[in-house]
């Protein structure tokens, strides 16, 4: 193996003497110019230790077009990547990177922890991406600039903000689903003063293309306002808004949702607020001191026949950090408290699940370029909280640019995360009959990992190549794991053994005069390691990602996408069948407006084909695994308008 990849190494490091001299004329690429806000750092994605990727720009702008109403598309189609839908009614899904479950992927928004613990099953579905500017992704641990949750990575949704010119954007969109997407955007700067506002109206019918009297995309409708202020000063500036998001969500018997009367249903009424403020002083050209804080209120009612779980969950973040950005070094040294808190209105005999944890961490990170060609990353974070005690969670990334065309990144850290009964396995439940966290007799999870990833680029003659291959590997430590009990309900508890996943990914991006083509590539070996090695349920394998893109210029863009998963073993031993997802989108684009159609899963890909995803009555069914996509082929188009 060490020959194998000695081998791989010198003959890359050979390709890329060769082609650096033409490389040079290509340094300043438009991606290496984004600017990456996750690490803290806000260095070029060019100059980062830590492997991070970027989704911006016109790809941003592409997803958005193939699923406007939330990110769930967006995130799903990026390689080490799969939104795992939890519910085979309501749509309700988590996002799994390398394999780990949803719980262990943290979701940020400009860096502030916002959609964690219960509203976890329902955030992908309820964020709208017309305001992100981008969608920055580190896979791997990073508990260590963020604290708990993120030991299978992060996912931090950049926001748009005032530029010099006044934007002004509005987009709307339906499908043959029943779907209908109303968004709008705007933002101007008024000398020190900024204004964004974001406004949607996401709506849908029940949607049943099997015919089988179960909906494949609830009936939902769903409200959200985010305005925003900014203050630009000589050394201080600032910004706060609030966000309002409410959605009323049924899924189920069709007929029921119709027209009443009687018939399985699973109801979500949820309604959330978020307020933000951030506030930065810049003490000297080097040194800058930051405030950040956040309070979130999230209220969901979960209702299925005989049963209702309904409780609201209170959380909040303050963070305070120094900053210092020298010629060869950048430190951040910080402290941040987190509360989350949980209070169960009692609608049943099942004993109520409430819970207060606080976290106090501190955090201290350094980036060193010793050389052009080399930097390193360290950090380290000790993190205090009430229930389970201290956890000290060290890092490191280092990059090497071999050449202005081969760089390579090697990275890990450790990570861990808190006992909640917000699991994939509980959501499925609708957390019915879920016992609540024993404190006395359960512990962190606590994990390590690392990657190392290599990346190649060049021109030969009119084409450009980008080549980027990762390998990764993660062990969690005593998992928590639902059991059930002699008297018929879940608990939660610690698992003797571990899980671990290892794999991984190969992207390559081909350019050619007006086409692009993307091939992805991800491998990911799961397993739990409990009484005997097993596959961990609802991981593909196998996954290829495959999207031919042509575009002139600001006339027009067509894309061309087929995606490839291997079978996945379900929660009861058997497998799930392999499948295809294709896609075809056109836009045309005009200065003011474009016309934009996409044909998602033309070839109609869909589990109810296969067999039912349920047994037992209609009215009182047992859900299989979902581990393929139910609403089939979706034809949505609509219309973009910028002034």
Not at 208 to 220: K, N, S, V
Not at 276 to 292: M, N, R, Y
Request: neutral net charge; charged residues 20%.
């Amino acid at each position: 193996m060490r020959t194998i990849l000695t081998g791989i190494l010198l003959c890359m490091a050979s390709l890329a003497a060769q082609a650096q001299e033409q490389e040079e004329k290509h340094e300043h690429d438009s991606l290496e110019q984004v600017i990456v806000t996750a690490t803290r750092t806000s260095r070029t994605i060019a100059n980062l230790p830590t492997r991070t990727e970027v989704i911006s720009g016109e790809e941003l702008q592409e997803k958005g077009n193939m699923k406007p109403g939330d990110i769930r598309m967006l995130l799903n189609e990026s390689t080490g990547i799969q939104t795992q839908q939890t519910s085979a009614t309501s749509f309700n899904a988590g996002i799994r990177i390398q394999g780990l479950d949803g719980r262990y992927t943290q979701l940020l928004r400009d860096g502030y922890p916002l959609y964690a613990g219960f509203s976890g099953g329902l955030s992908l579905l309820q964020i709208a991406p017309l305001d992100l500017k981008q969608v920055e992704v580190i896979k791997g641990s990073a508990s260590t600039l963020y604290g708990g949750g993120a030991i299978a990575g992060l996912v931090n949704l950049v926001s748009r903000t005032p530029g010099e010119e006044r934007a002004l954007n509005f987009m709307a969109n339906g499908t043959s689903g029943k779907g209908l997407d109303l968004s709008g955007f705007y933002s101007e700067r008024y000398g020190k003063l900024g204004l964004t506002v974001f406004g949607s109206r996401n709506s849908n019918g029940p949607f049943d293309p099997a015919d089988i009297g179960l909906t494949a995309i609830p009936q939902f409708e769903r409200y959200t306002i985010n305005p925003r202020l900014f203050f630009y000063g000589k050394k201080t500036s600032a910004d706060m808004g609030v966000s309002y998001i409410t959605e009323d969500r049924v899924g189920g018997n069709v007929n029921y949702i119709k027209h009443g009367g009687t018939g399985y249903y699973e109801q979500n009424n949820t309604d959330r607020i978020t307020t933000q403020f951030g506030i930065a002083h810049q003490l000297s050209e080097h040194s800058t001191l930051q405030l950040k804080s956040s309070y979130t209120r999230f209220d969901r009612n979960i209702a299925i026949p005989s049963y209702t779980f309904d409780a609201l969950q209170q959380s909040s973040f303050t963070e305070f950090t120094w900053m210092n950005k020298r010629e060869k070094a950048d430190w951040v040294i910080g402290a941040n408290f987190l509360t989350d808190d949980l209070k169960e209105k009692r609608n049943s005999s099942d004993p109520a699940r409430d819970y207060h944890y606080n976290t106090f961490g501190v955090f201290i990170q350094n980036t060193w370029t010793v050389s052009e060609r080399f930097t390193l990353e360290t950090g380290l974070r000790g993190d205090q909280v009430n229930e389970y005690g201290f956890e000290l969670l060290p890092r490191a990334s280092a990059m090497w640019k071999i050449s202005p065309a081969f760089t390579t990144r090697l990275g890990g850290g450790f990570g861990y995360k808190s006992p909640t009964i917000f699991t994939e396995d509980a959501e499925r439940r609708q957390f019915r009959h879920i016992l609540p966290i024993d404190i006395s007799n359960t512990r962190n999870e606590r994990s390590i990992g690392g990657n190392w990833d290599i990346n190649y680029r060049t021109h030969i003659g009119e084409v450009g190549l980008t080549l980027n291959h990762l390998f990764f590997y993660t062990r969690l430590n005593r998992p928590l794991v639902l059991e059930g009990t002699v008297t018929g309900n879940g608990n939660f508890v610690n698992s003797t053994g571990y899980v671990d996943t290892k794999g991984m990914e190969t992207n390559l991006r081909i350019t050619w005069e007006d086409f692009k083509l993307f091939i992805g590539y991800t491998h990911t070996d799961a397993n739990t390691h409990f009484n005997a090695r097993q596959w961990l349920p609802l991981t593909a394998r196998h996954r290829l990602n495959n999207v031919l893109m042509y575009e002139v210029e600001e006339k027009w863009k067509i894309g061309l996408e087929a995606y490839y998963y291997s079978r996945q073993q379900l929660s009861d031993g058997s497998f799930g069948k392999s499948y295809w997802i294709t896609g075809l989108m056109a836009e045309k684009l005009w200065e003011h407006f474009s016309l934009f159609i996409n044909f998602e899963n033309f070839s109609n890909t869909r589990q109810t084909r296969w067999g039912p995803i349920y047994s037992g009555p209609i009215d009182n069914p047992a859900f299989k695994d979902i581990y393929a996509p139910l609403d089939g082929f979706v034809v949505n188009g609509g219309i973009k308008v910028s002034l």
